[in-house]
């Protein structure tokens, strides 16, 4: 079975704080991705990456970077939290091949004050 | 760009079936996926559909699409009280998925 991990369930930062989410995934995929999901609105990509060092813009990439050193982590990062980052974080790993499925983590809900 | 609309709830009586309703404008889009979202989950692959099919039937699910009409459609037969979650429809184009905002499904008694 894929597992994708993520290293937070819940987290809470402050404004202003730089802020580390991280997720491995143990199927050697080599696209990964990152979302953020808020209620109405669905799941948005933010940044994802089909290659180590390798990564693109999704669609509501400001405010984030993101970081894959190697092929089964990726990182995403809040230079410098905001309230409205306040969301639901979903990593998600899929192989080389376009129609390869997605698959998800479970997770990390984040809280900015 | 690609948008997908789904309606955003759906209550449903136990032992009925639901079917929730997914359309998408992306007309090149190669595979059409259901995930299912469980509360305090991620989201689960529940099935999925070339974009050249019709129909595909997987046990108490059943997918339909029209591609003509960009509609995709989600039909769970003798719901149960397990199946109350967010329903997320997605298109796929190359590596990327777009998805819909979400059906949340209430099971009632």
């Known amino acids: 079975d894929v597992k994708v991990t993520q290293s937070s369930r819940y987290l809470v930062k402050r404004t202003g704080e730089k802020v580390f989410l991280e997720c491995v995934q143990d199927?050697?995929?080599?696209?990964m991705f990152w979302y953020r999901q808020d209620p109405g609105l669905g799941l948005r990509l933010i940044y994802f990456?089909?290659?180590?060092?390798?990564?693109e813009k999704g669609d509501i990439p400001e405010g984030y970077s993101v970081s894959r050193e190697k092929k089964e982590r990726f990182s995403l990062i809040l230079e410098s939290a905001s309230t409205n980052q306040t969301s639901m974080y979903l990593c998600?790993?899929?192989?080389?091949?376009?129609?390869?499925?997605?698959?998800f983590g479970p997770g990390t809900r984040l809280l900015v004050l | 760009g690609e948008d997908v609309e789904q309606s955003l709830f759906l209550s449903v009586r136990e032992g009925d079936s639901s079917v929730i309703n997914c359309t998408y404008t992306?007309?090149?889009?190669?595979?059409l996926y259901w995930y299912k979202q469980e509360p305090g989950a991620g989201l689960q692959l529940l099935t999925y559909?070339?974009?050249?099919?019709d129909m595909k039937q997987d046990q108490r699910l059943t997918v339909l699409l029209n591609k003509k009409d960009k509609h995709l459609s989600l039909r769970i037969a003798d719901t149960q009280t397990g199946d109350s979650a967010i329903y997320f429809c997605?298109?796929?184009?190359?590596?990327?998925?777009?998805f819909g905002a979400g059906t949340t499904v209430t099971v009632r008694a």
């Open positions: 998600a790993s899929s192989g080389r091949e376009g129609r390869e499925t997605q698959y």
């Open positions: 199927m050697d995929h080599e696209n």
């Open positions: 990456s089909y290659d180590v060092k390798m990564k």
């Open positions: 992306d007309s090149s889009s190669t595979y």
């Open positions: 559909i070339f974009s050249n099919m």
């Open positions: 997605a298109e796929s184009n190359d590596y990327k998925l777009s």
